[in-house]
């Protein structure tokens, strides 16, 4: 059994102008010490699927359906109070902007240390200790003095690894990462991924990673899960996915990507892109959900949903005209 | 930080200086004559005028002024025109009920407000919001001396829970002191209410919209906690704020509470004085409370770096 299985995830938001379909009917799985990535452009579904996870969708106007199994609990049916004793303790979470995701008139040690009291039980001098052991874990220089002090005394940097420690510090069982090196300076955001990889392999957690941002998804994660507009368009392992993406709309997110060298050897010197933007969540798409912004897109397209396909062993995708094992073999 | 508390301190000597101008000159550009009413109804023009001088009235602006400024400074806040007592001792004699007027208020307001505001935030658009919403629209427009004889009239009058009016001393007992001082404390403490519970819920609901609070959320802290330990002490200076501007608001209620409960404080004094041009004990009251309202706002300030690391003077 995986660790973590999402089914039919629908989330729905209320707004004075209709249904905001943020995400429609998804489907994955996290296995247990797993890392599995889950990539799009903005506005694609990826940060609401995460907090949907959690929870922390605000209901109403939010409305979440499907099923959310974690250790083969649903955790939609959890109350409150269970869902409290799962945040922070066996599902933790890291957020985008460290600038602002730590509470400005409490003490790091405290923030640490809440989640230790909360589901440890542990005394304030206990969880003051370990939360000094937390900081030594993420390399913050000075834990001893650092635990004292406030957010705004912190680097960015600094921040984002105080984030890593409360996320960690109750040894989570899966940690939802959203976006955890988008806000930081490109030298920091490799010292983030490192730390993660690093911890990853200490802690044991599976790790669900939220990114736009490609060149993390290579370097950190097994499996990768591409979304566009509230849906799943295409899941393969990362090896896979980046040599032979199957989806159109993964093939322009490979194809924007800068390479080393390119604009001095390639004759085209300027960056691919998607031209277009995500398609209005508000209105039931009835054909492709890419098929305003699809190159290949013909009239079967804008008619009918295409299914999402085994096209090689462990390799799905939604798009009518991605070619099948098989028939590439052939 | 102590460099600041003295240069604060220093601060409000100008500022004493313009109310004391600001004070003296209302009053002598204010109708209305002491020697006048001293001398009565039968007196002669020739009396009022020797009445005048003797109490030094027929000396110009400037010399008025530099005398009664001349004996502030000495500490000497000049003798009632009318009990030929000093204007200190009038004042000392009437000060414990009006302190302990404001300080019950004070207390029961923001005891009552913060947590009316904090729950109206987080139950924002309910019934719960609506209802403190409207009572401090009520706080806001109902007068004090409206509230106040409401109050005597259904707790006093028809309960028999309180007394109807008056001031027990602190000295005779806890008890009977604080009996006295419920009902105006609650006839004052209507619009203070007011003002605290919408700042507080207004302030909240803009830090509950924080990041901060997001994430206390995925670490599993409870609702309670995020509110009061999370949230509150974020939208602590703002609140702490409007309840130092509001001690205005408790000084000149206090004027009118006090003559609706017959409390025998420095309200009634004033409106005495005023009654009299009793010239000395209004200076001396006026400058008294304007002294206390600064030395309000400075403790304010201070309290900040109480709620926010990032405030360091």
Redesign the interface.
């Known amino acids: 059994m995986a660790l973590l299985e999402v089914e039919n995830l629908q989330t729905h938001f209320r707004t004075p102008d209709g249904i905001n379909r943020a995400v429609d009917g998804v489907n994955f799985h996290v296995n247990a010490g797993e890392t599995v990535a889950i990539v799009g452009e903005s506005g694609c579904g990826k940060s609401v699927t995460a907090m949907s996870i959690l929870r922390l969708i605000p209901e109403p106007p939010g409305k979440i359906a499907g099923a959310i199994r974690f250790n083969g609990k649903n955790l939609l049916d959890a109350s409150d109070k269970e869902m409290r004793a799962i945040r922070g303790n066996e599902i933790s979470m890291i957020f985008q902007e460290p600038m602002t995701s730590l509470n400005p008139v409490l003490t790091v040690g405290r923030q640490i240390g809440e989640t230790l009291r909360l589901h440890q039980g542990l005394s304030a001098q206990a969880a003051e200790d370990r939360a000094v052991e937390m900081l030594k874990l993420v390399g913050i220089p000075e834990p001893q003095r650092r635990v004292k002090e406030y957010p705004h005394q912190l680097s960015g940097g600094m921040r984002q690894r105080v984030m890593i420690a409360i996320a960690l510090a109750c040894n989570p069982k899966l940690l939802i990462a959203d976006e955890p090196t988008t806000a930081l300076d490109v030298t920091i955001q490799a010292q983030i991924l490192e730390l993660m990889r690093d911890l990853k392999h200490r802690v044991g957690a599976a790790i669900v990673l939220i990114t736009h941002d490609l060149g993390v998804v290579a370097e950190v994660a097994e499996r990768v899960i591409v979304m566009y507009a509230g849906r799943k368009v295409e899941e393969a392992a990362v090896g896979p996915l980046f040599r032979n993406p199957r989806h159109p709309y993964t093939q322009g997110l490979l194809g924007s990507m800068p390479k080393l060298g390119s604009s001095l050897t390639g004759e085209e010197t300027r960056l691919a892109e998607i031209p277009g933007l995500v398609p209005s969540l508000k209105k039931k798409i009835p054909g492709c959900v890419f098929a305003s912004r699809c190159p290949k897109v013909t009239d079967l397209c804008t008619q009918y949903a295409p299914a999402l396909e085994e096209k090689a062993p462990g390799h799905v995708a939604a798009c009518h005209y991605a070619l099948r094992e098989e028939v590439v073999a052939a | 930080m102590f460099a600041y508390i003295v240069r604060r301190i220093l601060a409000t000597i100008p500022v004493m200086a313009i109310v004391a101008l600001f004070v003296f000159s209302l009053l002598y550009i204010a109708p209305g004559d002491p020697a006048a009413v001293i001398a009565g109804d039968q007196a002669t023009p020739a009396d009022v005028e020797r009445i005048r001088a003797s109490l030094g009235l027929d000396r110009p602006y400037l010399v008025r002024f530099g005398a009664w400024l001349w004996d502030i400074l000495r500490g000497d806040l000049g003798t009632s025109i009318f009990t030929n007592l000093p204007v200190a001792t009038m004042i000392q004699q009437r000060i414990e009920p009006t302190l302990s007027l404001m300080i019950v208020t004070l207390i029961l307001a923001v005891s009552i407000a913060v947590p009316m505001g904090v729950v109206a935030a987080w139950r924002q658009g309910t019934w719960v919001d609506r209802a403190v919403m409207g009572f401090a629209v009520l706080g806001f427009s109902v007068p004090v001396f409206v509230v106040g004889y409401v109050l005597a009239y259904v707790f006093a009058l028809e309960l028999d829970w309180l007394p109807v009016q008056g001031y027990t001393p602190f000295s005779r007992g806890f008890g009977p002191w604080i009996e006295n001082l419920i009902l105006p404390a609650v006839a004052l403490g209507s619009v203070y209410i007011a003002l605290i519970a919408r700042i507080t819920r207004a302030t909240m609901l803009e830090v509950l919209q ?3 609070i ?9 609702q309670r906690s995020i509110l009061f ?2 949230a509150l ?2 939208a602590a200076v703002p609140i702490v704020t409007v309840i130092g501007i509001g001690i205005a608001l408790l000084i000149g209620g206090a004027v009118v509470t006090e003559s609706v409960f017959a409390i025998p404080g420095l309200g009634r004094l004033t409106v005495d004085a005023i009654l009299r041009r009793d010239y000395p004990v209004i200076q001396g009251v006026v400058l008294l409370f304007s002294f206390i309202y600064v030395l309000v706002n400075l403790a304010i300030d201070l309290a900040y770096t109480l ?4 405030i360091r003077y």
């Open positions: 924080q990041d901060y997001r994430t206390a959320k995925a670490k599993g802290v409870g330990m999370h002490k974020n709620f926010d690391p990032r």
